[in-house]
């Protein structure tokens, strides 16, 4: 359908039709870390702005089900503390994992004065994990009793920058007002999630990259972006609800019924099922779950159920195949670089929390998928937001009157002169984009068993792809705006991350390479990495202080190896 003639104008940056708001604090995303910002700058008495690519307390992948949190006791802070350093294998930093479970065990009580009621055992509160539906329905009610203003349905699109670097608000566009927006503000969190790369794994077909692609367009950086392959078992005939806890009780068959083991020291061997997909088909049957199990999955894990349920399916007799879905950066680690304590980035004003921000400092590069994303959403997520207050406030009462120029170009603006289309050129197609990214990300012989050849390989196909961005998107209406951006979006993220995954020689944690397949001691570094038409990496290496002491620093020194892309 042919877009009006007046809703073309909408589109344009200097539309008089134009929603234009200000705040101190500007927060993108929709999630629990979003969420935490808003309220920790709100608290600190400023004025906060939320912009959210859904209905907030409905979208992303917190909402979609349970969770659970890494929020041990005191006594158990330790045992937690060491037992989360060593899945890192010597790259996750001990002081930044004491930090987030201090903070998300004080601030879970909050939770439960806004109105969210945990279980209870023998009279007291179990704070181990959260209902998705529940746990963001009573966060957005807590912003809307605060004074936070929420936009919903609002993607952001770009960041606006002042004459001097720092960010200065954010541009996006309105899906129900068919209209753009503008809202001046004197610091900016992102915390719109990680990338999924369109999967369809449950909630989150909004976790598309886009903040990354922002920071970077305003100067900030990327770090362990080769940790962004993260796959998830699920049915294959729903391939969406990607909890996998059930199927640490299943038997895993072949086509003709032969078992295929799957099991080490009676725990699921995680590199099991990738190479056995590898070579047929693989089924699986809950048979191994005890009638208490079966109890456990039913309530608990119920989304996990469902599908099971819904087809009239018994999962505890009947094989059902079984396949792996690409999570990305969102049970992955990848993100954002944080530069200070407060979540800072290295654009003065810019602040990440949550899936945007790299979790290295937690994970290393291994998937913090669960409880500890969840702590990682809680805690950082108020860093920031008491981060952003604070420099909002530092800039004075001129903040909203600097001059700023909006960040945005890929999938945004055309390449003719201001961003003009040229009349000859047509627009790219954002369906054709995403299915050409898709097809590097989604295979496992590509993305999680990794080769220089097949890495080269596919950065060679999404340069083309990024060339394809370049020239004039489609903005007929809101959604062809947001569509082609989030074109821009995925393309730009998978190429940093099969970038950083070709410069990091080694197998460590998620990151596989076929050609590496050891752990190397002397790489004991993270890879940042960033750069638009030309990539880049640097390894900034973690100090030799020894892991027991509780304070290991993170060291940036010079720049070590800076590479284009091949």
């Not at 992948?61 to 060491?82: F, H, Q, R, Y």
């Amino acid at each position: 359908m042919t877009a009006k003639k007046e809703d073309k104008e909408l589109l344009r940056a200097d539309s008089e039709n134009e929603l234009q708001l200000t705040a101190d604090v500007l927060v993108i995303g929709g999630g629990p870390a979003a969420a935490w910002a808003a309220w920790a700058a709100a608290s600190q008495g400023v004025k906060v702005i939320i912009v959210d690519k859904g209905f907030l307390g409905t979208s992303g992948a917190a909402a979609a089900s349970g969770n659970g949190i890494m929020a041990p006791s005191p006594e158990n802070w330790d045992k937690v503390l060491s037992e989360r350093y060593r899945s890192g294998k010597n790259l996750a930093n001990l002081r930044w994992i004491e930090r987030v479970i201090e903070k998300t065990w004080l601030s879970l009580p909050l939770v439960e004065d806004w109105g969210y009621r945990f279980p209870k055992e023998n009279g007291e509160s179990v704070r181990q994990s959260y209902y998705g539906p529940e746990y963001m329905r009573v966060l957005r009610k807590n912003l809307l009793r605060v004074g936070v203003k929420i936009l919903d349905q609002s993607p952001a699109l770009e960041l606006l920058l002042a004459d001097d670097g720092s960010v200065a608000g954010a541009r996006g566009v309105q899906r129900q007002n068919h209209c753009t927006y503008t809202v001046r503000a004197g610091a900016v969190v992102l915390a719109n999630g990680g990338c999924a790369f369109l999967s369809k794994a449950l909630g989150c077909n909004t976790n598309t990259g886009d903040g990354l692609l922002m920071a970077v367009e305003a100067g900030g950086e990327l770090s362990s972006m080769e940790a962004s392959n993260h796959y998830a078992i699920s049915t294959a005939f729903n391939a969406t609800v990607t909890r996998g806890v059930p199927f640490g009780w299943a038997s895993f068959t072949d086509e003709e019924g032969n078992d295929l083991g799957g099991y080490i020291d009676g725990r699921r061997d995680p590199s099991f099922l990738p190479n056995a997909l590898l070579k047929g088909p693989v089924y699986a049957r809950l048979d191994r779950a005890t009638p208490e199990v079966k109890a456990v999955i039913e309530k608990s894990h119920f989304i996990s159920y469902l599908p099971y349920k819904k087809a009239g399916i018994d999962p505890y007799t009947e094989r059902v195949p079984v396949t792996l879905v690409l999570e990305g950066t969102v049970r992955g680690t990848g993100g954002i670089r944080l530069t200070d304590d407060s979540c800072g980035t290295k654009v003065p004003g810019l602040y990440a929390a949550g899936d945007a921000a790299s979790r290295e400092f937690l994970a290393g590069l291994a998937s913090g998928g669960g409880g500890p994303n969840a702590a990682w959403a809680i805690s950082t997520g108020q860093w920031a937001g008491v981060g952003a207050a604070a420099f909002a406030r530092s800039l004075g009462n001129h903040a909203n009157k600097r001059v700023a120029r909006p960040a945005g170009q890929a999938g945004l603006r055309s390449p003719g002169v201001g961003g003009t289309p040229s009349p000859s050129s047509s627009s790219f197609d954002s369906e054709a984009i995403v299915r050409g990214v898709q097809d590097e990300m989604f295979p496992l012989d590509k993305n999680h068993f990794r080769s220089e050849q097949g890495l080269l390989d596919s950065l060679s196909k999404l340069e083309k792809l990024w060339e394809q961005v370049q020239a004039n998107p489609k903005q007929d209406t809101v959604r062809d705006v947001e569509f082609s951006r989030r074109a821009a979006s995925l393309t730009a993220v998978a190429r940093w991350a099969y970038f950083s995954a070709l410069h990091r020689t080694e197998t460590r944690s998620e990151h596989i390479r076929v050609d590496y397949p050891e752990t190397d001691p002397n790489q004991r570094y993270y890879q940042a990495t960033g750069g638009l038409e030309k990539l880049w990496v640097r390894r900034d290496w973690i100090t030799d202080a020894t892991p027991s002491d509780g304070r290991n620093a993170i060291a940036t020194p010079p720049l070590l190896t800076t590479q284009t892309t091949p």
